[in-house]
């Protein structure tokens, strides 16, 4: 790999709005390069885990570097780097944007742009990445691309006239894309000779090689033997192995210098050493500064995870031990309820990543699970001066020892047609949002920008957007800060009894409206029993809302079949089978979904 | 015949025999049993097939104690006579033991008050009523020379299905009879002098009002039946009334009329002097069916004919249900003893599902079947049967139920009537890890 000339290279990055066609594009370009046959090629080659194939979602960056030979009669290295889609990976996403020196936009043709194309692109645009649009699926019956053009040099303001119209899905189009990716992303620069300066932008846990840094060198030289240190985490080893991303693999090579993406590995034992956004410079000979743009990931919801069968609790946490390896964003720590017994108060950038986590722990690693409701963190100022970072409900101090709490909030920004702006516009009030102001994209769209507590946008607030604007607004948000709030813990009482894994955090002008939302749905969940259950929600030991699971009154199979005995136990055993997944709480069983309840209370 | 001797020691306890005959004159709209309408050559085709496995089983346990015969179906009142005169002598010469009672009975008086107070002086510990014979016969198939043969052949007890006395709901129900022809039935058998009969009833039918379910028992009272049972409408898979009646649940009577009617049957057989024995079932005292509580206390049980099932010695299996194949597979001249060894061993080809139970499931057995009964079950016969307490096994269900008073703990265990009404809830929780 040595000699490579830099003016070769092109370091890009696709971004879009989600399934406006990123992923696909990816595989084409990759099928056009000849990297795999098409034969090989299976739909999706850069979504590596089964379970972003199935979603269609990209949840960790990959990077693969291809060949392409363009017309000009030169050969050019293409690094791609395929970046999540999802506002839960922002930040994974703004250091794959750092790696790369210019960027795809890819703009549904019949869509036009949404509210995560905008956000993406500024992104890029604020990464100084030079941008060029593309217009894909323009074989839909409803494709505008004359109308996408202009609107993409009216609302972003970059040239569009010459984008290339393609369909990714059906392979037209992307000789023009390879060709524009020579002539319009520029060549990496760097100095070779530097000092060692090198961006991770990504890393996972191999059992074998230890952690894999994926990282963009900017400046200087890293090869096998060089003594690394990460900046910001203080970590330092010496590099076993530097290569490059084929397809799906790992292609080891001598060095990679000023310009180049790939890989390093060190017997590094721990992701949580190479931290997204750390800078690897050489320990001996270390650069001056490391790159900007470090911060460190903030895990923004955390729930209760438990085992459904307690005895998997070690089960549980040996799952998380190796999910953790590979994803240096999650958290967790080992907490206890009453209700649930041993599990872990676990933390995630957004709902989605908790839904990956979930998801993965359940079908990875064979665990059934009891989710509390997802939460964020609450600063809580005590009276004495102290202030908690509050991420479980049941560890709020008592009222009389709170001075005041606040919460986290985001900027939000909506993109609408213009006939759903009202009903939108009701959504965030009704999440306590602040409206901050309205521009019309075109004449029948607008962006909506409102500030928002997270804790109104993590539970439903995604669906309820989307069923009422009948799927037509999109949505992204980045944390702003944290501001004062009148917030009350609404505790859930079932059968008299305080259930601690369901107590939420609410401002208090929605405590009643939760709290009868939360009664209604709790007594669709749990089973009648022999005896009436209440259900109430209470706040600082006040009632608020109540809801009865009337007694069971009729359950019994009056004639049973002769000696056909084993249909009766078949039937018993399908009524224990739905048991099974139960909690008992006193002497009420609860399902274990009760405990996800909260989190489907909009169901307009 | 070969080596068919030696049967004694293959089953210590009386055994029961269940027969089943599948055909109908027409199906009922909410009838989901194993039967069908079918042709007399169909019929007489299928009645040989039987005949050879009785034979079988007869050369299988000759030996066997016969405690009782239930001849179920379908509708077996629609063979003709002497195809179930046929099933009883061949269930006789098969089984001899059914003979006693009549060789008892030709001994003393022939009136049937009589026969039923003969002492039992060879096992003593035995009803006097035993072997309960019984049939199943529905009005509009009944005649009397058809109850004459019965009698003739052995049989002392009659089901009758009536499920309404009301005009309008037997028609409902898709039954062939009116509330006439059964009376006429009913009178023809006490004339032929059956001495032990039942009524079968079913309650919460669609669109029924308390009223008019009372107005049944009040005229079906008045015959004082021996025995009446009483169900509660279930909307089978399968069956018309599932087109109609699945997830319209506000055609059927509600939970409360439901229970209702449950309250009041029992409420009004009680105060006419009958028991409630079983969770749909009511006797004069004495007049339990035999049968059926042997399926309640696993007792051994044998099931000829199609798609009937059979318990022996903690050996589970059942007949096929293709009728094609079950006659095929008897009327074939094809030696079919599996002559050594065990039950399951014996057991024909042509049944499926055997199933040796485990100490676990005849546990659970004895708990979700014996709790069906009134009287429940025997702390100490369980221990006997299992070695262990009752308590140490089901110790956390047994303390649930009766805080929640859904049963009673005494030297036996018994579910209330708060617990009867959601059984299945408290059963389930007896099927054991």
Known sequence: MAGIDQSKIRNFCIVAHIDHGKSTLADRIIEKTGLLTSREMQAQVLDNMELERERGITIKAQTVRIVYKAKDGEE???????????VDFNYEVSRSLAACDGAILVVDAAQGIEAQTLANVYLALDHDLDVFPVINKIDLPSAEPERVKEEIEDVIGIEAHDAPLISAKNGIGIEEVLEQIVAKIPAPEGNPDAPLKALIFDSLYDSYKGVIIFCRIKEGTVKKGTPILMMATGAKAEVVEVGYFGAGQFLECEELSAGMVGYITASIKNVKDTEVGDTVTNAKEPCKEPLPG??????MVYCGMYPADGAKYPDLRDALEKLQLNDASLHYEPETSIALGFGFRCGFLGLLHLEIIQERLEREYNLDLVTTAPGVIYKVHKSNGEVI???NPSNLPDPSEIEYMEEPIVSAEIMVTSEFIGAIMELCQERRGVYLGMEYMEEKRALLRYELPLNEIIYDFFDALKSRSRGYASFDYELKGYEQSELVK???LINKEEVDALSFIVHKDSAYDRGRKMCEKLKEEIPRHLFEIPIQAAVGGKVIARETVKAMRKDVLAKCYGGDITRKKKLLEKQKEGKKRMRQIGNVEIPQQAFMSVLKLDDK | MGNHMKEKELINSPLSIYIHIPFCMKKCRYCDFLSAPAGEETQEEYVHALLKEIEYWGRMLSEARIKSVYIG???????????????LCKLKEAFPDIMRMEKKAAQGNKSHDRELRIKETERTEWKLTEPEISIEVNPGTVTEEKLKTYKQAGINRLSIG????????LKLLGRIHTYEEFLETYHMARAQGFANLNIDLISALPGQKLKSWQGTLEKVLALKPEHISAYSLMIEEGTPFYETYSGHQELLPDEETDRAMYALTKDMLQKAGYERYEISNYSRKGKECLHNMVYWQRGNYLGLGLGSSSMIENVRFRNITSLKDYVNYWVADKE?????????EKVPAICEDIQHLSQKERMEEFMFLGLRMIKGVSVKEFEAAFGKSIFQVY???IAKYKEQHALTVGERIALTDRGLDVSNLILADFLLE
């Open chain 1, 76 to 86: 050019y290295i293409f690094n791609l780097i395929d970046t999540p889609g999802h």
């Open chain 1, 294 to 299: 470090y911060k460190k990931v903030q895990s």
């Open chain 1, 389 to 391: 970072e509050l991420t």
């Open chain 1, 490 to 492: 609404l505790d859930m």
């Open chain 2, 73 to 87: 179906g379908g509708t077996p009142s629609v063979l003709r006579e002497e195809l179930i005169k046929e099933v």
């Open chain 2, 162 to 169: 009536l499920q309404s006395a009301d005009r309008e709901e």
């Open chain 2, 336 to 344: 079919k003893s599996r002559d050594i060894g065990s039950i399951s």
């Open chain 2, 395 to 397: 110790g956390r269900q």
